[in-house]
């Protein structure tokens, strides 16, 4: 709950700073701020950072989840970016069932249909207009999500959260700086508001809330870790509609109230790791 609190603010705080700094640069600047907190809690510890080659590949996930997730904030709402985004949580049991062959039960079947339903009310594809690159965009971070839930439930047992926080960090900064000036974005952040924006979502966000995730899963099973994110959409529209005064029509709402009830039908609550 912690975790989806965090993450839920970062919508409507991304959806500013965009309106003065372009995406790339502002993941870099994002993750900078949380590679250097999470090596010198590290340090502070007296440990040494653990970097794996399977925790690269996580953070290479995230990395591709947020560009996308980024991008297409540019062409969507915050509110609807977060319902989205929180699709990932039902897809976490088919992806289990895919790479792990775990039966996917008859709730978590349910829990998909629904999703796939309020998405396309949510996106209106329902009424034949064509979701937009943004929405699009948007699915397909969701999918790198869910993805990076099931990766660091493999992980998390080997590794440390903050140094698991940190493989997944790294190569999100490194990956943002080199696409960076491909994409024709400026390198600069032009703005200390901008920048209080990088560090409250690098430090809070991603240094603190990854940390938090990876301690969870060590005592968790995935789809339970899902079922706590399951209030990411919540706090993201709470708050989205405070900063920017976001609301939903009444068909994207319907579709909105679907994903939320899809999300704790995938996610059966079972027995902690301890």
Do not use: H
Not at 137 to 142: D, E, P, S
Request: with cysteine; aromatic share 6%; charged share 15%.
């Amino acid at each position: 709950m912690g975790v989806a609190a965090l993450w839920g603010s970062t919508f409507p705080v991304m959806k500013l700073a965009f309106s003065q700094a372009d995406p790339m640069p502002f993941l870099a600047a994002r993750f900078a701020f949380a590679s250097l907190a999470l090596w010198a809690a590290i340090r502070i510890s007296g440990a040494k950072p653990k970097i794996s080659r399977e925790g690269l590949a996580v953070g290479v996930l995230v990395f591709l989840g947020f560009a996308l997730q980024l991008e297409g904030l540019a062409g969507t709402s915050a509110t609807k970016s977060a319902f989205i985004t929180g699709l990932n949580v039902p897809m976490v049991p088919l992806i289990e069932y895919v790479a792990f062959r775990r039966k996917v039960r008859l709730r978590a079947a349910l829990a998909i249909a629904l999703g796939l339903l309020g998405l396309s009310m949510l996106t209106e594809a329902v009424r034949g207009i064509a979701p937009s690159r943004g929405d699009v965009l948007t699915l397909g971070c969701a999918v790198l999500w869910a993805l990076q839930i099931v990766a660091v439930d493999r992980l998390a047992r080997d590794i440390e959260p903050a140094s698991l926080a940190l493989n997944q960090a790294l190569p999100t900064l490194c990956l943002a700086l080199l696409v960076s000036p491909l994409l024709g974005e400026r390198t600069l952040l032009p703005s200390p508001p901008v920048l209080g924006a990088a560090a409250y979502t690098g430090l809070m966000a991603t240094a603190v809330a990854f940390s938090m995730q990876a301690w969870a899963q060590r005592r968790i099973p995935p789809e339970l870790a899902a079922l706590g994110l399951l209030s990411e959409p919540i706090f993201a529209t709470a708050i989205s509609y405070a900063l920017l005064g976001e609301s939903l029509p009444p068909i994207q709402l319907a579709g909105a109230a679907l994903i939320l009830i899809s999300i704790p039908l995938a996610a059966e609550p079972g027995t902690s790791r301890d």
